[in-house]
């Protein structure tokens, strides 16, 4: 499946998400994540997975050129909802050299599939461990800060 392809049966799902969560339905890692767009300041929603890992709460990018990252960095909080619960966040980025764990980690202990997105979306290489870490410069990683 090509990056193109993949991203348009992302999009598909993704708004099934967003509805089945504002209709109170929560599954798996995901949430909604409101920001307020760097440009038009308009509120925008996106489903996004919120993922445990080494005592914290992580969002990963899984797209090049992501909206959500960059109205994320530009934003002082989010929103994150699951289901009917809304909490108000700030995402602080990691900085690069402080990445490759986290991805390491994220890989390591997620599904085959979660390496193979990142290896499909053009963000690695390689769907392993080592791969996906090996492209931290590449992917966002930010912690979640609940207000």
């Known amino acids: 499946m090509s990056a193109d392809s993949y991203r348009r049966t992302t999009n598909t799902f993704n708004k099934i998400i967003v509805g089945l969560q ?11 994540l409101t920001v307020k767009g760097r440009r038009s300041g308009q509120l925008r929603t996106f489903p996004i997975a919120v ?46 050299a402080q990445r490759q764990p986290l991805l390491r980690e994220l ?7 979660v390496g193979k997105r990142f290896v499909t979306t053009g963000l690695a290489n390689a ?4 791969g996906v870490a090996a492209a931290a410069d590449r ?6 800060e609940y207000a």
């Open 22 to 32: 504002r209709a109170g339905v929560a599954f798996g890692p995901m949430q909604l």
């Open 51 to 96: 993922n445990k890992l080494d005592g914290g709460q992580y969002i990963f990018q899984a797209f090049p050129r992501a909206a959500w990252v960059a109205n994320a960095r530009a934003a002082d909080t989010v929103t994150l909802r699951r289901g009917r619960k809304s909490s108000t966040a700030r995402l602080v980025e990691i900085p690069v």
């Open 107 to 113: 890989v390591a202990t997620s599904p085959k599939s």
């Open 127 to 130: 769907p392993t461990p080592d």
């Open 139 to 144: 992917i966002a990683v930010f912690r979640v």
